[in-house]
């Protein structure tokens, strides 16, 4: 069973950064692949971004986010961040930290275990 918590949401301004961060309670959590999603209100999940398991951790991200956001991990302290820059208000939303052994199943959006989510809000 793998437990993740994340935090760092918030309210800022268009344009501004913010750095969310997952921590993970899996004993090998480099054994595990694991992403970011968000979902806002009325819309579905989205796919945000992924990386791989262990320490090289190949990354892996959605459209609407290339470029802006950047994920990270550190096997160390079992967290995953995911660093956004050049925030818009259609970035708000709840994110969600995930995991799973498989990466397959974070990039299609089927993780075996996910986070209760943080808030962003952007305001124009």
């Known amino acids: 069973q793998v437990q993740l918590v994340e935090s760092g949401g918030g309210l800022v301004q268009a344009g501004a950064s913010l750095r969310l961060s997952c921590a993970a309670s899996?004993?090998?959590?480099?054994?595990?692949?694991m992403g970011w999603f968000r979902q806002a209100p009325g819309k579905e999940r989205e796919f945000i971004a992924a990386i791989k398991r262990g320490g090289g951790g190949s990354t892996y991200y959605g459209d609407s986010v290339k470029g802006r956001f950047t994920i990270s991990r550190d096997n160390a302290k079992n967290t995953v961040d995911l660093q956004m820059n050049s925030l818009k208000p259609e970035d708000t939303a709840l994110y969600y930290c995930a995991a799973d052994l498989a990466f397959h199943n974070i990039v299609v959006m089927t993780p075996q275990y996910w986070g209760q989510g943080t808030q962003v809000t952007v305001s124009s």
């Open positions: 899996a004993r090998t959590f480099s054994s595990y692949a």
